[in-house]
């Protein structure tokens, strides 16, 4: 069974800092990973996914992903933090599995915290 | 686009008493989905829908019963509501149901449950 891994519940970055929000997968069949970000008292929208192609993800408000394989993670960065960027990201991972809808199985999230 | 609108946004609930939370989208989507989350649970799938007619469970389908009414419309029904079922409930849609669709959520609906 696939599953979802993020590393830190709470992440705390100074404004202008480096983010780095880490996710591991399992799965015995290659995924197709996402981020979506949820800020406050707000659904979720897609930051990005990776499917096929290039590894290195880019997305929006300037978040990338990079897809490694042989360490099975999609770890999100952004090089400087902005105080809009706080809010609650959330890894997920789908899989071709024989059924033809493809459903998101979802990590715990991490609560991005920036300081000004 | 109104996108993905839940109704309604804030619902308290006592133990016993049943409830329909409504979802609706403009996208013209295939497949729909309901979602439950929990503080340091993430999202987990209570039941899905890959196309107009056709409903299936997920995760954590017990206590719940859905209906797709129409291309548009997914209900999530509450029969006899119970305290664990406390929490925030999405909705979402995509446009295939693909593997590789991205998932369009709603706002939300939260419900308490004394």
């Known amino acids: 069974a696939q599953s979802v891994t993020q590393l830190g519940s709470h992440v705390s970055v100074s404004e202008g800092a480096l983010v780095l929000l880490r996710c591991n997968y399992s799965s015995s069949v290659p995924p197709y990973l996402f981020w979506y970000v949820q800020y406050p008292n707000q659904g979720l929208q897609l930051l990005l996914k990776y499917t096929t192609g290039a590894t290195l993800v880019k997305g929006i408000n300037g978040f990338e992903a990079e897809f490694k394989k042989s360490e099975t993670s999609f770890h999100l960065t952004k090089p400087s933090a902005h105080m809009s960027d706080a809010a609650e990201y959330f890894c997920a991972v789908s899989e071709r599995r024989g059924s033809t809808l493809g459903r998101l199985y979802f990590g715990r999230g991490t609560q991005l915290t920036v300081w000004p | 686009n109104a996108g993905v609108t839940q109704t309604p946004k804030f619902q308290v609930l006592k133990t016993g008493q049943s409830m329909t939370l409504q979802c609706a989208q403009d996208m013209n989507h295939n497949s729909m989905y309901w979602y439950r989350q929990d503080p340091g649970m993430g999202l987990r799938l209570i039941y899905y829908?890959?196309?107009?007619?056709?409903?299936d469970k997920g995760e954590v389908p017990n206590g719940y019963n859905v209906s797709r009414l129409n291309k548009r419309e997914f209900s999530l029904r509450l029969e006899s509501a119970a305290p664990s079922q406390t929490s925030v409930y999405f909705c979402?849609?995509?446009?295939?149901?693909?593997?590789?669709?991205?998932?369009?959520f709603g706002p939300g609906t939260r419900l308490t449950v004394l």
């Open positions: 979402a849609s995509s446009e295939l149901g693909a593997y590789t669709d991205t998932q369009y």
């Open positions: 829908s890959a196309s107009e007619g056709t409903t």
